[in-house]
Each structure stands twice: as structure tokens, then as C-alpha cells.
């Protein structure tokens, strides 16, 4: 497949260059060694990988999906030929410490370099996502020791890693977590416990796999505080780093998921005796960070899943509109409605009103989530790499308020652009054959992937925006502000009357919040968090695309055309959606904790 139906390379240059201004990074001692050109040269090779190895399979691994026949996974070999060439050219370790092998890249160019092979296939590139973060983690939290010995085969693409939170009886309510931890004289652990929904799982895509399992160490206190994070590889790695005997760690079962069917999705038990590393039951595991410190640890992996999750929604959502637009351009049919000559010849379907709403509406669904993401990004590399102290901290806090809004609103919005794409194809978007139907699937899983549009909702008005006596939304407000005075700096009546909109829309979620939190009873305040949820997305996204439009300014083209159709669109269609959400935030109406379940 062509990249051009992957993603659009001159909107990530517009991105990355012309609005957020990343070469301005290698100003930075950690980006000394980059350049604009080392930028592009890296999502050039990126966006030919992607295309050369992730996407020829997409459609194979969703028809063909991961098999078990009791002792091995068996998955289609371009997988492992995929995920091998992405570790051979570098880009496990992309932004990573030189001193550990990486190419210490701006988080911001890894994320857009990382989009294509979402775009290209996004169950082959989890397996590449789930070791990235897995190795993130271990490089912040484990010992030198233990970061030896797991983390270099990781970076070689020869060992992969996973996250192993969810347990059947649990789900993401991790206060109910039971895998038991016992303490052992030599200082490891065994783990005792079922864990499911585990995304890469087991396979035999390399030589080893290392899980990070939430599990709770003999004596802990129930509930969060008592969880400890422990490295439990496939196979026990020895002092040396070698690979040795089988671990206690077994394959119930595979899950079998409406999309993302190339990742295999596994049911794991620890403990359960079928292997016996040493001679013993229980899966040998390693302590990483502080006993009783599991899940702080671990928020480290979930929140870079999460932009991920995110990213890869936008990803999926961007390809399906890509794929919809070229449709709509070729694809004959009908006239246009003022046409008086019915033997004149039919036009490409683009030419309609109806056809541009939705595609308009994709493109301002999926170049505001684009933005979003990169946005978010660039504030991980400000958090760790800026050089005033202030900027970082202010960068990690605003980060902090956009994580559940990066990972919900493309997994809500992007989506409908992959609906709108089946939509513009018409019957044809409804069979297999024209794959739009297979982004839909995919991008399906990601409302609930890592954490559901709900309890990210419960984090964003229960934590975020409140915790700090309200320093989150306050932060979020000023970053909007600034980019309302730019607007409005720049005399254009356009700009102005946007700003104004986004201005106005900013204040009143603010009021809608303090509102919502005016009774002080947690359960009261809660229960249309899903609500602020929708609508700090649309009011965040309408930041980044009033954001855009004045680095577009005045130049001119199709391009930046687009750029300024698709925003009008989302500030003067989508923004105005708001209002309605804030009326009800601030009502405090309790319909949901009001209403008898024995009734529904």
C-alpha cells in the first residue's frame, strides 16, 4: 500500500514544522546531534517500512488471527518479519538514552514516526508498543542490575513485553487485584494468580517475554496500596541475562476480539504448577520500585498505553479517511442537484454536499486528534528537557490534565471517521474487500483499550482537573488563553471571531466544573463526568485547531485551504456541540443515580 493512503506526510510536516517548530529541540543538549533533516529522514523511513512491511498483512493477520493448540501460539509469519525489521532499523529504541542504545529523538518525532505503522497495521505494531513501554518502565523504575539483564534483548527486538493488570473477577477495578506474591530467601518472589486480557500475551515471535504483573506480596493491605509490580519473564533470566528454564507462567486461553485480531489477547496463569522453574510451583518474579509501589510504578507503562491508545485511534481514524477521500474522488455517481440535463455524465461523488460533510467532518476529526497527540508529545519533551525548571513542571502538569482527553477523544472521534468512511463507500465500505470495514473494528477496542471512556472520565473531573486545589484546569485555561491572544494578535476578524468562540466555550467549562463540584459529595459531583469528559476533548481539540490556523496565517494553496475548511468546520459545527454538554454539567442532574437498574 501506498503511504499517501496511510497518512498524510505534508500535514505531519505542517505539524511538526510549521506549527509546533521541532527542530527548535536540537537547541537542547539531549537533541544536539538531530536536525530538521535527521527528523524527516526517520519518518521517511518510517512512513517506507510501514508501508514495505505492516501494511501488506493487515488484512491477512485480521482473517488469519493467532491460533493456540494447547502448547504454542502460532501466528502468520509477517508478523515476526514486520516487528524484526522495525527493531533492526532502530526504532525500539528511537528516543531513548544513547547510553542504552537509542537515538535519543524528541518524543514528539518518535510519536509521528510511530503513527505510520499504527496507520499500516496497528494489531502488528502493539506487539512494538507493548515492549517499548515495557522497557520505558524498567529504564525509570528497575535496578541497573535488573535493567541489564531485561532491557538490552528488549531494544533488540529479540524480547518482547507485556502489562498484566486485569484479572477475570476484577476487570480495570485494580483495588481487587489477587495474584499473591511470596516472598523467597533469595530476594525474588512466586506469583500465584489468573490474569486476562493480556495483549501479547504468549507467541514465539521472539525469544523471551517479560511481564509486568500487578500482583500483591504476602501481608500487603487490600486495595491499591497493597499492589507491588513484579517482572515475571516466559522464561527465567539468570544473573548473566541468560535465557533459562521455563517459568511458572502458562496459556489458559486466547481471547477472540471483534478487531485488533493480529495481537494475540491472552488469559495467563501464574503459579498453577505446569511448569516448575527450580523444581517448585510459582512464577519466579522480580520486584521493580518500592514494595507496596506497584501501580504508581506502573501508571509510568500506562500512561505512555494510553497517548498510545490514543495515537493509534488517531492513526486508524486518519487511514479510513484517507481511503474515503481517494473513494469519493473517483468513485461516478449521480448529478449535482441543480443539474437540468439528465443524460448529462455522472460526477465523482466528492461533488456532493453530503459526501463533503463527511468528509470534511473526518478531516477535522482526524488532523485535531493528529494535533492533540503530537501536542501531547512535545509537552513530554518540554517535561523532561527544557531548560527552565518552571516550563518543566508547568509541561508535566498540563500533560498530566490532557492524558485521559489524548486517549478518549480520538478513541470517540476518530472513530466516527472510520463510521463516515464506511459511510462514503457506501455499500462497497461494508464488505472486506475495501478494508475501511477493518479500521472500524480495530478502532473499536480503543474506547475501552487501557482503561474505558468512563474511568478515564472519573480520572479527568475526579482528579485532574480538581486535585491541587484546581492547578490542572487552571494551567489548561491559561494554555488555552495564550493561544486566544495569539489569535486575536493577529488582526484577522476570522481569527478573532474563533478566539472569542474558544475563549468563551473555555470559561464556561470551568464554571460547568466548579458547578458540578458544588456539593462536595463525591457520587453527585460524579455522575456526568463522561460529559465532561466529551466536552473538555471538544474544547481541547478546538485549542489545537485555533492553534493551527494561525500558523497557517495567510499563506496560500489546496493545502492550507484544507487546513482552513477543516477548522472552520470543528469551531463553527463541533465547538457549538458544547453548550448543550456544559448546561447539563452544570445542572447537576442525578438522572443516573436516581434511576432503579430493575427498570432499564
Known amino acids: 500500500m501506498s503511504p499517501d493512503l496511510l497518512l498524510a506526510r505534508r500535514d505531519l510536516a505542517f505539524l511538526l514544522h510549521e506549527w509546533l517548530d521541532v527542530a527548535s529541540l536540537c537547541s537542547r543538549e539531549r537533541y544536539a546531534e538531530h536536525s530538521r533533516e535527521t527528523f524527516d529522514a526517520v519518518l521517511d523511513l518510517s512512513a517506507e517500512l510501514a508501508a514495505e512491511h505492516f501494511a501488506p498483512h493487515n488484512a491477512l493477520s485480521d482473517a488469519h488471527e493467532p491460533q493456540f493448540d494447547g502448547e504454542t501460539v502460532t501466528i502468520v509469519p509477517e508478523v515476526g518479519a514486520a516487528v524484526r525489521a522495525f527493531a533492526q532499523a532502530g526504532l525500539v529504541s528511537a528516543a531513548m538514552d544513547e547510553s542504552v542504545g537509542g537515538g535519543q529523538l524528541p518524543h514528539v518525532v518518535q510519536q509521528a514516526c510511530f503513527a505510520w505503522f499504527q496507520a499500516a497495521n496497528v494489531s502488528t505494531s502493539g506487539y512494538s508498543m507493548l515492549t517499548m513501554a515495557n522497557a520505558n518502565l524498567l529504564l525509570a523504575h528497575a535496578s541497573p542490575e535488573q535493567v541489564a539483564r531485561f532491557v538490552p534483548p528488549m531494544l533488540d527486538g529479540r524480547w518482547f513485553g507485556t502489562m498484566c493488570l486485569s484479572e477475570p473477577q476484577a476487570g480495570s477495578s485494580l483495588a481487587d487485584v489477587a495474584t499473591r506474591a511470596v516472598r523467597q530467601a533469595d530476594g525474588t518472589f512466586r506469583l500465584f494468580g489468573n490474569k486476562m486480557w493480556i495483549s501479547g500475551g504468549d507467541h514465539e515471535l521472539g525469544e523471551n517475554i517479560v511481564h509486568l504483573v500487578l500482583a500483591r506480596a504476602e501481608g500487603a493491605p487490600p486495595g491499591v496500596k497493597g499492589l507491588s509490580l513484579f517482572a515475571t519473564p516466559k522464561y527465567v533470566v539468570d544473573a548473566s541475562g541468560e535465557r533459562g528454564e521455563r517459568n511458572d507462567v502458562s496459556l489458559a486461553g486466547l481471547n477472540h476480539k471483534m478487531g ?105 476529526y482526524v488532523e485535531g486528534g493528529l494535533a492533540l497527540v503530537l501536542k ?165 481539540v478546538a485549542w489545537t485547531w485555533l492553534d493551527q490556523l494561525v500558523a497557517v496565517g495567510d499563506r496560500e494553496g489546496a493545502f492550507y485551504d484544507g487546513k482552513r475548511a477543516a477548522g472552520r468546520y470543528f469551531l463553527t459545527h463541533e465547538l457549538p456541540k458544547v453548550g448543550p454538554m456544559l448546561d447539563l454539567l452544570a445542572s447537576g442532574d442525578q438522572l443516573f443515580n436516581e434511576v432503579d437498574p430493575a427498570t432499564l
Open 260 to 364: 485488533f485480531r493480529g495481537t494475540v489477547n491472552t488469559v495467563l496463569n501464574f503459579g498453577e504448577g505446569r511448569h516448575l522453574p527450580g523444581g517448585a510451583p510459582g512464577a519466579v518474579g522480580e520486584l521493580v520500585g518500592e514494595e507496596g509501589r506497584g501501580l504508581a510504578v506502573m501508571f509510568h507503562m500506562m500512561n505512555e498505553a494510553r497517548i498510545g491508545v490514543g495515537a493509534g485511534a488517531v492513526a486508524l481514524g486518519y487511514t479510513g479517511y484517507l481511503r474515503a477521500l481517494a473513494y469519493a474522488r473517483e468513485r461516478v455517481q449521480g448529478r449535482p442537484l441543480d443539474g437540468k440535463d439528465p443524460a448529462a455524465p455522472p460526477v465523482p461523488i466528492a461533488e456532493h454536499a453530503d459526501v463533503r460533510r463527511m468528509l470534511l467532518a473526518s478531516k477535522s
Open 376 to 540: 501531547a508529545a512535545h509537552l513530554l519533551d518540554d517535561q523532561h528537557t527544557h531548560p527552565s525548571a518552571e516550563v518543566r513542571e508547568r509541561a508535566g502538569a498540563l500533560l498530566d490534565v490532557l492524558t485521559p482527553v489524548v486517549k478518549s477523544w480520538p478513541s470517540q472521534w476518530c472513530l466516527a471517521a472510520n463510521d463516515l468512511a464506511i459511510q462514503v463507500h457506501g455499500g462497497y465500505g461494508y464488505t472486506r474487500e475495501y478494508g475501511v470495514e477493518q479500521l472500524y473494528r480495530d478502532n473499536r477496542l480503543n474506547p475501552i483499550h487501557e482503561g474505558t471512556h468512563g474511568i478515564q472520565a472519573l480520572d479527568l473531573l475526579g482528579r485532574k482537573l480538581v486535585q491541587a486545589r484546581g492547578t490542572g484546569l487552571q494551567l489548561l485555561l491559561e494554555a488555552v488563553r495564550e493561544s486566544v491572544d495569539r489569535a486575536r494578535g493577529t488582526g484577522d476578524a476570522v481569527l478573532t471571531s474563533y478566539a472569542d468562540r474558544v475563549s468563551a466555550t473555555a470559561d464556561r467549562f470551568a464554571t460547568a466544573v466548579a458547578a458540578a463540584w458544588e456539593s462536595g459529595d463525591p457520587r453527585a459531583s460524579l455522575v456526568n463526568a463522561t460529559t465532561a469528559l466529551e466536552a473538555a476533548g471538544h474544547v481541547v
